[in-house]
Nanobody, 118 residues
Framework: QVQLVESGGGLVQAGGSLRLSCAASGRTFSSYAVGWFRQAPGKEREFVGTINWSGGMTSYADSVKGRFTISRDNAKNTVYLQMNSLKAEDTAVYYC???????????WGQGTQVTVSS
């Protein structure tokens, strides 16, 4: 069983940066793909980006491409979401999710709030 805990959210001004962390328990985490998702008030959850088990492959939604970067440190059982040039529309609760395959996520964190003030 994998348990995920997100951290690093907060309030930031537009144009600023934040780095979210997704810390996992479980020795098999290094073999899992991890996705980041977000959900704004009144909107459906949307895909942000994903990274495969080794970190050798990443993919991003068009809305964040060039501004957000996902990386991972398997020795620390942690995946990161570096968010730069933040916009008000990036305001949402951000979730990480893990699964054996990219695109199939069986384990979810509780989320962390990111608020970008304009």
């Amino acid at each position: 069983q994998v348990q995920l805990v997100e951290s690093g959210g907060g309030l930031v001004q537009a144009g600023g940066s934040l780095r979210l962390s997704c810390a996992a328990s479980g020795r098999t985490f290094s073999s899992y793909a991890v996705g980041w998702f977000r959900q704004a008030p009144g909107k459906e959850r949307e895909f942000v980006g994903t990274i495969n088990w080794s970190g050798g492959m990443t993919s991003y939604a068009d809305s964040v491409k060039g501004r957000f970067t996902i990386s991972r440190d398997n020795a620390k059982n942690t995946v990161y979401l570096q968010m730069n040039s933040l916009k008000a529309e990036d305001t949402a609760v951000y979730y990480c999710a893990a699964g054996v395959l990219v695109g199939r996520y069986d384990h979810w964190g509780q989320g962390t709030q990111v608020t970008v003030s304009s």
